[in-house]
């Protein structure tokens, strides 16, 4: 039986791979409610992209999606945290607060799915996001849902969580990385 390489599985479910110029280019914002009809369309394909991506692999800790992993270049992205909790919806997300408390957890990224990276990350953001009816939206998220969502932010920012990382920190490779298949620890929770 031949291995396939996470990463390859993921470019396999049509996701885009480090290294393609739409993933460090900071995608275009919506025009909302005029461009209403486009932003549904592509949050239709996020939904269908990461059904595929969910059949193919577990993710204890949630799973996240933005649209320049799909190869297009618009702020839209969708968060599915663990458990039973419905996904999340992002078109035009904004972080105007993070705390300045933070704490560092490894991420992986559906773009370079053979090493994981331990990425410091604020423990509580405010994201402000866009309605599809034009209203700006803002909610507080906290711990690992804060995180997922940090992730996709940095996206559609065109950054990877490799940015994020310490000086002098490396990502891992997948096979060293022993905390597959658990959620994020946190102290207190």
């Known amino acids: 039986m031949i291995d396939v390489r996470p ?5 396999d479910l049509g996701v885009v791979q480090h290294g393609a110029g739409i993933l460090t280019e900071p995608a275009r914002a919506f025009d909302l409610p005029d461009e209403r009809d486009e932003a549904e369309r592509i949050v239709d394909e996020l939904f269908a992209a990461m059904e595929r991506i969910g059949q193919a692999h577990p993710f204890a800790k ?6 320049p992993q799909i190869g297009i270049g618009r702020a839209a992205a969708l968060d599915q ?5 419905p996904v ?5 997300p904004q972080i105007p607060v993070g705390s300045d408390e933070t704490d560092e957890q490894y991420e992986g990224c559906l773009s370079f799915f053979d090493v ?3 990425v410091p990350r604020p423990l509580k953001i405010t ?12 909610t507080v998220y906290e711990r690992g849902l804060a995180r997922l969502i940090h992730h996709e932010i940095d996206h559609l920012d065109g950054l ?6 310490l000086p002098g920190t490396e990502p891992i490779p997948v096979e060293e990385y022993r905390q597959t298949g658990r959620a994020w620890v946190y102290d207190g929770a």
């Open 62 to 67: 949630g799973m996240g999606l933005a649209a």
């Open 116 to 118: 994981r990276g331990l």
């Open 160 to 165: 990877l969580y490799t940015v994020r990382m």
């Open 88 to 92: 999340i919806i992002l078109l035009n």
């Open 81 to 85: 945290p663990s458990g039973d909790t």
């Open 127 to 138: 994201v402000e996001t866009t309605a599809l009816t034009g209203e700006t939206l803002t």
């Open 7 to 11: 990463s390859r599985q993921m470019r």
